[in-house]
């Protein structure tokens, strides 16, 4: 009776260290001083282009494409955000100018329109730069993306050209002009590039 109690005991001893197991790698690491020191340059880099808007992601996992997709992402939600402040300036200048009632209108299809053209110009946004580092059994992917600053404005010229009668009384206002201007610097960078 005594020896079946003990190895009962032992199995269950043994038991519950096999399920201790061994604590599985995180996905979300602490930095490490050998990961700070891996940093490239140019993530760090935060000058502004007059052509180009910029940003920066990182990603990690444990597989090397799920890594680079979420450094992609995050590259790009960072620009979506810089244009939807860029077109949330306009839309103040807009406000600023409207004085009437069919003015809010043009406010309002202005906004609405904002909002599809920032998913649509996404697609325009395209690898700067890239590294990819492995640390321990992680993948950590850094991108910088970019966009061209003109594209956003073309897109959205394009939107409102769609609805003839608010594009009438959009044409009347400074947001239009500023507008126009980043498109000009867009097509002289365009043919500079020869495209």
């Known amino acids: 009776m005594r020896f079946t109690t ?3 005991a032992a199995l269950i001893t043994v038991f519950l260290i096999g399920c201790g197991g061994t604590k ?3 996905i979300h690491p602490d930095a490490s001083s050998q990961t700070q020191g891996n940093i490239p340059e140019w993530y760090l880099d935060t000058s ?3 052509n180009f808007l910029f940003a920066v992601g990182n990603g990690v996992s444990q597989d090397m494409d799920l890594a680079e997709d979420k450094a992609i992402q995050t590259a ?3 620009i979506a955000g810089q244009l939807e402040k860029k077109f949330n300036g306009y839309i103040k200048g807009m406000k600023e100018e409207a004085g009437s009632p069919e003015n809010a209108q043009l406010v309002s299809t202005f906004t609405k329109a904002t909002k599809g053209v920032v998913s649509t110009v996404l697609s325009g946004v395209t690898t700067h730069k890239k590294a990819i580092q492995r640390e321990g059994n992680l993948w950590r992917v850094y991108v910088k993306m970019k966009m061209a600053k003109g594209a956003s404005e073309q897109a959205m010229l394009n939107k409102m050209k769609q609805q003839e009668a608010m ?4 044409r009347e206002t400074q947001v239009m002009g500023e507008m126009e201007k980043e498109i000009e610097k867009f097509e002289n960078y365009k043919k500079e590039q020869g495209q």
């Open 167 to 170: 594009f009438a009384r959009f």
């Open 24 to 26: 599985p790698p995180t």
């Open 48 to 50: 502004e282009d007059t």
């Open 76 to 78: 790009t939600n960072r």
């Open 6 to 8: 003990l190895v009962i």
